[in-house]
């Protein structure tokens, strides 16, 4: 399992809208834990052909910006590049939807 990186409000920008690449953001509770399989980040990485970054918020830390783009459930996993949303799944099952869906992504 691989653990996320955790955002805040100053690294947001850098780190997801100004992202050179592709970056996977897990929008959760402040009491939920992410961890993700290597295979759905091996799984990534090979549909874009260059490493996928992991990283997560903690909603309550980030309140304007989940509102900006919409996300109204939890835990929410959003597939970001050059700043705007690819794919996003809700719910438990989330990682595994990510994960078949990352076969028919290309950058």
Not at 7 to 29: E, K
Not at 49 to 57: C, I, N, Q, S, T
Not at 59 to 71: A, E, P, Y
């Amino acid at each position: 399992m691989t653990p996320f990186q955790e955002l805040n409000r100053d690294t947001w920008q850098t780190q997801v809208v100004q992202a050179q690449g592709p970056v996977l953001v897990d929008f959760q509770a402040p009491d939920q834990r992410t961890v993700i399989s290597n295979e759905l980040a091996i799984s990534l990485n090979r549909a874009f052909g260059r490493p996928v970054r992991l990283v997560y918020a903690d909603v309550s830390k980030l309140l304007d910006i989940v509102l900006f783009h919409r996300i109204h459930d939890l835990p929410t996993l959003c597939l970001f590049h050059q700043g705007r949303i690819l794919k996003a799944f809700t719910g438990a099952n989330r990682v595994e939807k990510m994960l078949l869906a990352s076969s028919q992504l290309r950058a």
